[in-house]
């Protein structure tokens, strides 16, 4: 089956820097992915939708200059939390969706634990 | 509107039992449901979809029921093992499953021996 991976799986950083986070289809080419955030015992909320070459589309609510979105090949999307803070610290999934065929909802990655001291 | 996520509801079963899990959705225009199982720590899982020209659609010990009338959706799962304790989401979504995901609240689901 399709593989999402995540990299990196956890990481902690202080509050005020930049971390960025990886999403790759090891198998099939993704022509969209798409970013959610989960809170503890919460649902996934979806942040934004990106497209290969294109620039990502985000959620109401969700702060396109905080969370930087770029997808800029067909098996690669990285998420760049800018000057995180405590309040960022979330569990960080991706999807990623072939174009045709197979699961039109795509793949989930193993999501990335992102902790803000 | 959107489906937003509350503290997660617990079920709980003996090993063996049937179990059924329910859920709401919110656009009655949505026309594709899917349920993820979800483990602790881990990203979301598919277990079955359905579509909504469907109203009940069987995996292997899986059974997705769709109601449109109610916009409701559960998901049986026949002699519940230890192994499918986790969280369970259902999600909507829209021409077929090319748009956006939203996902429900979720349930846990805790198998006792």
Redesign the interface.
Known sequence: GAV?S?HPSWVICKSGTSVKIECRSLDFQATTM?WYR??P??????MA?SNEGSKATYEQGVEKDKFLINHASLTLSTLTVTSAHPEDSS?Y?C?A?APSGG???G?????T?LTVL | GESVGLHLPTLSVQEGDNSIINCAYSNSASDYFIWYKQESGKGPQFIIDIRSNMDKRQGQRVTVLLNKTVKHLSLQIAATQPGDSAVYFCAESGSGGYNKLIFGAGTRLAVHP
């Open positions: 999402v995540q798409f989960q809170f015992k919460q649902s996934l909320m979806l939708t569990f999934i999807s969706r699961y039109p909802s793949f989930f990655g193993p999501g634990r």
